[in-house]
């Protein structure tokens, strides 16, 4: 282990003395990801050997959990990051050659490695208008042209867009069918070509600038990851971590801070008088207690499937306990902030307090794909063994 999440715990208090301002502004959270480069971060998946912390699975989301009790907004840009360096460490040399990527891959992996442990910060581009994340519905195309590709489509909610070095863009191949969709990824550099279309003004999660990209770009032969067609489904049915379970670390730690905030909000506030009044408001007492019971409930649970991730990825347990983490994560992160709001009442959720900010971020997270309605239909037609009704991907 190295020493990431001491690193990120330092930072998240700083973060936090800042989150109000992005918040409000819905602006892209710069100083925060200033520090994380500064102090390494953007190297965490990345393998020392090409300049990184060389983190697994289960140091990654420890960090999350940790930077997003300082914002969670940046802890989801860092973890859209993570996804790329992290997806990409993944794929051994051995796993490359079992499936099928050209030679070229192994050296392009490495230098996009080396960059990430050098400051680059990437981006994830997949979800779309009126599709959502669903992979194997995409409408982005691309087409061979020259001695590379032309990508053309619209993306949503892509954080931290405009902000970034390059876009890890999902997008099928022209003409291939609903039926057999052929669907890859590509690296696309941040510039010609791409458009910010500044719309984000959501509830929740502000700071993420999880804007619109809007995408007619020309890119050249090795930005196609893998150097092969078609990876993208597979990849993402055998070995959802880094789409599923990755989220639910920052959930789990804003749901940490929820239990936080409301502890110090409700020993310091005076009523008639009295300090730390409703603390001792049986009412209170068992809302708190019931929060950090599910909350750490939440933690165990990903923190299991993480160790899974490191110790046995593909593997369909470990598969199943990353949707168990993302769905618990959802769920509990917007039922504990719920009710932490209601235990200290309107005095802590005024404009840009920290409840209320973590009340909004909270919400988003059972929507976030894959939401816990289709999580819950994934894990209980495996229960059942029964076809889902809608795939994730």
């Keep these: 282990m190295t020493d990431a999440l001491g690193t990120a715990e330092r930072l998240a208090p ?17 100083h925060d990801v200033e520090e994380l480069r500064g102090e390494g971060l953007l190297g965490l998946m990345v393998p020392a050997g090409l300049g990184g912390l060389g983190a697994g699975f289960e140091e990654y989301v420890r960090v999350a959990m940790a930077l997003a009790g ?15 360096t992290g997806g990409l460490a993944t794929i051994s040399e051995d796993l490359a050659r079992a499936l099928g990527a050209a030679d070229s891959f192994l050296e ?22 009126e599709v959502g994340s669903r992979l194997s519905a995409l409408r982005s195309t691309y087409e061979p042209e020259g001695d590379g590709y032309r990508i053309r489509g619209t993306k949503a909610f892509c954080s931290g867009a405009g902000h970034l070095e ?15 969709p052929v669907v890859s990824y ?10 910010v279309d500044e719309t984000w003004d959501p509830l929740g999660m502000r700071a993420t600038a999880s804007n619109g990209l809007a995408i007619d770009a020309w890119v050249a032969e090795d930005a196609l990851l893998g150097g092969v067609e078609g990876l993208v489904l597979p990849l993402a049915h055998a070995m959802p971590q880094w789409l599923v379970a990755s989220y639910a670390a920052v959930y789990v730690g804003l749901a940490e801070a929820a239990v936080r905030e409301a502890v110090s909000y409700l020993r310091n506030r005076a009523v008639a008088g009295e300090r730390g009044a409703l603390a001792r408001l049986a009412s209170v007492r068992q809302r708190v207690g019931r929060a950090e019971a599910e909350v750490q409930a939440a933690r165990l649970a990903l923190e299991r499937a993480a160790r899974l991730v490191d110790l046995r990825p593909g593997d369909p347990e470990t ?12 769920d509990v992160a917007m039922r504990v902030a719920a009710s932490m709001a209601e235990a200290c009442g309107l005095g802590a959720l005024g404009r840009g307090s920290p409840l209320e900010r973590i009340l909004r971020d909270a919400r988003s997270g059972a929507i976030m794909p894959p939401s816990s309605d289709v999580a819950g239909d994934h894990l209980g037609a495996i229960a059942l063994g029964v076809e889902e009704g809608v795939s994730p991907w």
């Design 14 to 30: 700083r973060m936090a003395a800042r989150a109000a301002e992005y918040d409000r502004d819905a602006a892209f959270p710069k």
């Design 70 to 84: 300082g914002n969670a907004s940046t802890a989801l840009i860092l973890n859209m990051h993570a996804a790329v």
């Design 108 to 129: 392009a992996r490495d230098r996009i490695l080396r960059a990430a442990a050098d400051g680059a910060m990437y981006g994830v581009a997949i979800t779309e208008p």
């Design 166 to 180: 390059a876009y890890l863009v999902a997008a099928r191949r022209a003409g291939s069918t609903d039926d057999a």
């Design 186 to 195: 590509f690296l696309v550099p941040n510039g010609e070509g791409l458009r």
């Design 319 to 330: 598969n199943r306990w990353t949707y168990r983490a993302k769905l618990l994560a959802g």
